[in-house]
């Protein structure tokens, strides 16, 4: 059974930085896609970054420059660094996962809170 468990969030200052974590349970992330989404509070989810098998990257455009996505093997857990935080950032960071047609698998969940 696959299982995500995101941490790292919390209240931080705008302009500052804080590294999501999401481990991973139960397959080598380095065998799916791992996604890091965030949903607002009255918004629609959003993709935010994600890393593949490969260990190709992408990110969205509202982080792009500001965010790294990278993974540790041995810890078999991927992090999300958010730098230079703005008031747009404030979400739920969820992390999910998918392996083909056998898992499709999300996280309970992350809050990350800015002050102004």
């Known amino acids: 059974q696959v299982q995500l468990v995101e941490s790292g969030g919390g209240l931080v200052q705008a302009a500052g930085s804080l590294r999501l974590s999401c481990a991973v349970a139960g397959v080598p992330f380095r065998a799916s896609l791992i996604t890091w989404y965030r949903q607002a509070l009255g918004q629609q989810r959003e993709l935010v970054a994600s890393i593949s098998g490969g260990g190709a990257t992408s990110y969205a455009d509202s982080v792009k420059g500001r965010s790294t996505i990278a993974g540790d093997n041995a810890k078999n857990t991927v992090y999300l660094q958010l730098n230079n935080l703005n008031p747009e950032d404030p979400a739920v960071y969820y992390c999910?996962?998918?392996?083909?047609?056998?898992?499709?698998?999300w996280g309970p969940g992350t809050q990350v809170t800015v002050s102004s």
């Open positions: 999910h996962l998918r392996l083909g047609s056998l898992y499709d698998t």
